[in-house]
């Protein structure tokens, strides 16, 4: 079962996204690895884009109903079953779905595995007979990023800035907090939410290829420069 599994990956996420990096890898003037890995990047966000932009907008919508959200939890302090109820019955009045910002991390996750793949061991020679028939076959990758940086190898100033755009990213979605002195769980949890996740996108990414360092900062720009777009044309319907 594992191995049929494995198979599906490989066929599935693995093959595609190492065949298409080789693929951008061949056509650019200067076969720069680094900039291959932009290209490719920016094409995964842009297939994503659909299902990233009905999160985005889900969690607008959350964000607009969260001071009613707050009354409820202090209306029903003392009875949380209550409590939990009168909550799903307000998304649904509201026809949000709390859950549905998470299908975009869901479907990155294998996404960022098989890229991981990719960047560790897709960058050997042996790995190219893995190429398909259309695809020319390079010999030899070279793994430098503008000649300065080799991309297969763990670079703490693309885990930095991974991390600092996580911050950034991370910060732009969660929910303005109230100015109240009575600050509730969930706000707390938000709030450490800024800070954890760019601290643990950095601990993972320190030890790893720094492409996919490189990968995690270019889509977590495309994510903020989406976010602040849409965010401006809501501000712009609702007047």
Not at 36 to 57: E, G, N, Q, W
Not at 63 to 68: E, M
Not at 102 to 118: G, N, T
């Amino acid at each position: 079962m594992f191995g049929f599994l494995v198979n599906i990956f490989n066929i599935t996420l693995y093959l595609p996204l190492f065949n298409l990096l080789i693929l951008i890898y061949n056509y650019l003037p200067f076969s720069d690895f680094g900039l291959s890995i932009i290209i490719l990047t920016i094409i995964i966000r842009f297939i994503l884009y659909p299902i990233s932009v009905k999160a985005l907008h889900s969690q607008r919508a959350l964000q607009k109903i969260q001071p009613k959200v707050q009354e409820l939890q202090k209306k029903y302090k003392d009875d949380k079953e209550k409590q939990a109820k009168e909550t799903l019955e307000l998304y649904k009045t509201e026809k949000v779905n709390p859950f549905s910002g998470l299908l975009l991390a869901i479907i990155q996750l294998p996404i960022l595995i098989a890229l991981y793949r990719v960047f560790w061991q897709g960058l050997k020679p042996e790995e190219l007979v893995n190429l398909y028939g259309f695809i020319a076959n390079p010999g030899h990758i070279n793994t430098m990023f503008l000649g300065l940086i080799d991309l297969s190898q763990p670079n703490i100033v693309f885990a930095i800035l991974a991390g600092l755009t996580q911050f950034v990213q991370t910060k732009m979605l969660l929910p303005k907090q109230s100015n109240s002195k009575e600050k509730d769980v969930s706000q707390m949890v938000q709030k450490q939410m800024i800070y954890f996740l760019p601290v643990i996108t950095v601990v993972i990414l320190f030890r790893l290829p720094s492409a996919l360092g490189l990968y995690w900062t270019i889509s977590s720009i495309f994510s903020i420069v989406q976010q602040y777009f849409l965010t401006k044309n809501d501000l712009k319907e609702n007047g």
